[in-house]
């Protein structure tokens, strides 16, 4: 203990112990810049690796969704062929074609090919299975003018078949997003009133709807996507409000639009127009709550008044057959 107070003591030793301090000082002086890194540099070397992973995810859920289903697929083989030479597309009207696939999700060249091609070979190839029906198997019991009657039904049958496919899936698909567009518009409001731009907005409010409402999601994916490449960003707007086909939101792109042109207050038009959607969906719900009643009266005369009547009436009957 003598020994460790004399050599702390002693002025050699903390002469010493100082010309070390000063010397490690001077040391990390001179290669401390060289050791801190630049935050700047590092922040952005951060926002681009981020960048690029949402790229890769971008591109990887678009690869799958080209995998699943007829959305963007390139039309090949003999269905390309077979419009082609027919001439299909001048025939059945392309554009308006185009346009209904594109309300019932359904993008690219491929889908339009594939329409063409039902609605080509449907109505033969119902036609003949109906006539093998009633020919072969001798089904109905038809006579011979009946069956012929319900071939030709067939063969009609099969050429509106691919219109009725298409307008069902746009009708539901129309639904969906009338229901869930109030929200997004309050959603996309409070992303506007908070600083964020249009696009950033659109893509906020597209995660937000897409586990409830995936059809909404995948629109204002595309409108964000035609925001960044397209020359005109009216024309993304316009895209949105002709992919969807619902006066609400062909409401908002206009306002969007304007915005955009003019330089007008999106926040108030996004307000007028959200508070609107909201009095669109009340007034369906009153409408179809209001609608119940006539549609209750048939079942209730048809089952449960003889119900009714039965059980009020089958005692009285039983005494009166009793009494004879």
């Not at 995660?207 to 595309?222: D, K, Q, R, Y």
């Not at 959607?277 to 209001?290: F, H, V």
């Not at 009643?293 to 079942?299: A, E, I, M, W």
């Amino acid at each position: 203990m003598e020994a460790m107070i004399n050599a702390v003591t002693d002025p050699s030793i903390q002469i010493a112990a100082l010309v070390s301090l000063a010397a490690i000082g001077a040391v990390f002086t001179i290669l401390e810049p060289l050791l801190v890194k630049d935050k700047f540099e590092e922040r952005m070397k951060t926002v681009g690796s981020y960048r690029d992973n949402l790229r890769k995810q971008q591109r990887e859920m678009l690869a799958k969704k080209t995998n699943t289903s007829l959305r963007n697929r390139s039309p090949q083989g003999m269905v390309k062929e077979l419009v082609e030479s027919l001439k299909l597309l001048e025939v059945f009207d392309e554009e308006a074609a185009r346009k209904k696939l594109m309300m019932a999700g359904f993008r690219g060249q491929g889908p339009v090919f594939t329409f063409m091609t039902a609605r080509l070979t449907l109505p033969f190839v119902v036609a003949i299975i109906v006539g093998i029906y009633v020919y072969l198997l001798n089904g109905f019991e038809l006579d011979p003018f009946g069956r012929l009657l319900a071939t030709i039904g067939g063969f009609l049958s099969g050429f509106y078949l691919p219109n009725i496919y298409i307008t069902n899936i746009v009708t539901k698909r129309q639904q969906k997003i009338r229901e869930a567009w109030p929200d997004s518009l309050d959603l996309l409001l409070i992303c506007v009133e908070a600083g964020m731009s249009i696009e950033a907005a659109f893509q906020k409010v597209g995660e937000e709807v897409g586990p409830s409402c995936p059809e909404l999601a995948e629109e204002l994916g595309l409108t964000t996507a035609e925001l960044s490449y397209l020359q005109e960003r009216k024309q993304a707007y316009a895209n949105l409000a002709e992919r969807t086909g619902l006066d609400s939101v062909r409401g908002v792109a206009t306002a969007l639009i304007q915005s955009e042109k003019y330089g007008t207050p999106l926040g108030q038009s996004l307000r007028v127009m959200a508070k609107e959607s909201r009095d669109l969906r009340m007034q369906e719900a009153e409408k179809k709550a209001a609608a119940l009643p006539p549609k209750l009266t048939v079942p209730m005369i048809g089952f449960f008044l003889p119900v009714l009547f039965a059980v009020i009436l089958g005692p009285a009957i039983m005494q009166v057959m009793n009494l004879d």
